[in-house]
């Protein structure tokens, strides 16, 4: 009996695990046959790799492998006509393509699971494939990796089958799932007795499992659906989200292929789901879409004039902010606001970073100056000690620019779109006295395909349901337009957003780092002489040159490649084009001068003058140049200036440096002001390595000192 709620409650979620498998039913398997390479291949190159025919089951690849599968079949005959799909698990991720069409819809893992469900994607509708005479016949580009780059399941074939589609046990189930978990969201009281006694009533009524027994449940059910909640003190508005890092635990070529996977499936689902709304972010990404596969791209831009699809984001990757320098924010946004408005004729007003490491202080003025004036994240909920304050806030910047920030109060971009997750948007929410509206990002990122059925059918359930916050899908844009009213009775957080997580970024891959900074200088330098040259010399400025340099430097500023928080394989990859952009950008810079100017010329592009050493082949000179001018005379320096170097010495006229012979530094005298610059009885220069028993690339633990570091060894010198 219902009323023995535990008993009652441990009968409810043996029956829902044991429905999850029902409403599928296998009627036969499909042939496969893969053509696997180590790298990915186009479509008109799909039989250029390694042939083998698969059966499930069947081992066909090892970590980042690809190939492109051929599954073909027969509708058995007392199928036809019946509601038929494809079951495919590629053991990694997959994207249905066709020749004509290009991209249909993507697939992914089962790794990619919750309680009591899967938020995979391996269902493929045979409408999709406009199946004739009852054969089967559809191409899969398939990567042998999972959303987060790992390798399951020994890189097997796990599904290939024809199954039918039971739509009353399907609804049945989510039916079932949006009550159990709201019954588990409710405090004691009538709402939630009613919602136990119907779910157990609608257990007894099954015995076959059969589509007439699920009509009959649902009836049981829909009573207890139907109870709407009054006028509401709170409303949660909810946008399909796939968070996608262009370069984390896989390379960038993975990327471009999980973009195609994640948007395909956003497009097909939309014509099941009238209410989806989906948002998207990073320029970048949608470029690579452009490139790569133009039809998904112009489907993507139709789905954004029917105002399904919400570019989101005014920058061009959702890049790290505390490492580039304020000119690469400033060309984020240019670069990301230019390509939305000339792709999709898009006003995009908002910075979308909802999991970058901390924010810095001068962020909310390049907003301001960029005409942005909305800010997401969630990040500031990682927090390892101290618990952000707010949810919905003015954030006020270094100058005074003040931007309206939201963080979301669920506190994470992956939502299950589930009763659990209003109640906790209920309970978080730290200003909810104050916004009656706040924000949800529902679907599985990083390749997981972003949103599914199984959010979908959840939100169609959940509108207005008794004993919760209602919910709307909705653009983010609206949102804040909607809380963009009475903003003075918000809280106000002043500076910069400090992430109490993730040091280590700051420091790790000092490589990326240090290349990043050249190529902002470098690009500084080159338009500087872009300008003189068209502005004295009459030549057409290099703008799309310089607009390729500039965005591939902004891509490696995404906020899992300048960190330092990705595989090895991004740098591998990323730090040889770092080597190549500044050949070719001093090659620019310097041809610019060549037309310009003749003989040899200091520049000094900066606001400041300078005195510079210039080495020439006969020697050191001495150069003065003041600010934003240039100069063709060179002193030759005089001796003095020279470099001198001995045994535990080295100095110029400037300063002596005397060295330990453990390589520490024991002495940095001014020669100039005749002071000693280190404390007494202090070294410096003293290499500390510490045990990190617990650390990673990322973190830097608050007990890292505790035990005495080990210091660097000298094992050689020479003056």
Known sequence: MYQFEKNTMHRIDNFMGRLVHKYYKVIGDLNCTAYITREPVRYEDRFTGEKKDLKAGDHWGDLFDCAWMHFTGEIPAESQ????????????EGLCYDEKRGPLTGLTHGSVVHEFGSVRKHVVPLDLLGTKDGRIDLWVDAGCNDLFGNYVDSGDLKEAFVAVLYPELRAFYYDFYTLREAFHCMEEGPRRSSIIRALNDSINVFYDDTEEEAKHARKILEKELAKVGGTPSLTVNFIGNAHIDLAWLWPIRETIRKGARTLSTVDQLMDRYGDYVFGVSQPQLLLWMKMYYPQLFERIKQRVKEGRIEPQGGMWVEADTNLPGGESLVRQILFG?????????????????????????????????SGLKYFMTQKMSWNDHNTFPYHTFRWKGLDGSVVLAHMLPEETYNSQASPASVR???????????????????GVGDGGGGPSAYHLEKLKRMKNLEGLSPTVQRF???????????TEEYPEWRGGLYLEKHRGTFTTQARNKKYNR????ALHDLEFAAVLAKQYGGKEYPQEEIADIWKEVLLYQFHDIIPGSAIKRVYDESVPRYRILPDKTLKMTRELYEDLFAGELAVNTQGFDRMEYLKKDDGWYQVAVPAF??????????????????????????????????GSIVSIFDRQNGVEVLPDGQV??????????????????????????????LVEQKA
């Open 518 to 521: 050249y190529m902002e200088n």
């Open 424 to 442: 906790k948007i209920e309970k978080n929410y730290h200003e909810k006295g104050l916004c009656d509206q706040a924000l949800a990002l529902f």
């Open 629 to 662: 001018a240039a100069t063709g005379q060179f002193e030759k320096a005089e001796q003095s200036a020279a470099l001198k170097a001995e045994d535990l010495r080295i100095e110029n006229e400037n300063l002596s440096v005397r060295f330990g012979r453990d």
């Open 81 to 92: 006509g019946e509601n038929l799909v494809l079951l495919i698990d590629v053991s990694g």
């Open 684 to 713: 410096a220069n003293r290499l500390a390595v510490y045990n990190e028993e617990d650390g990673n690339a990322w973190d830097i633990e608050v007990y890292y000192d505790e035990q005495k570091p080990r210091a660097f060894e």
């Open 476 to 486: 983010a844009r609206d949102f804040f337009h909607d809380i963009d009213r009475n």
């Open 337 to 369: 606001t230019e390509f939305w408005k000339r792709e999709f004729d898009a006003e995009v007003d908002n910075v979308w970073l909802p999991d970058c490491f901390g924010f810095t202080a001068s962020l909310p003025q390049i907003m301001r100056k």
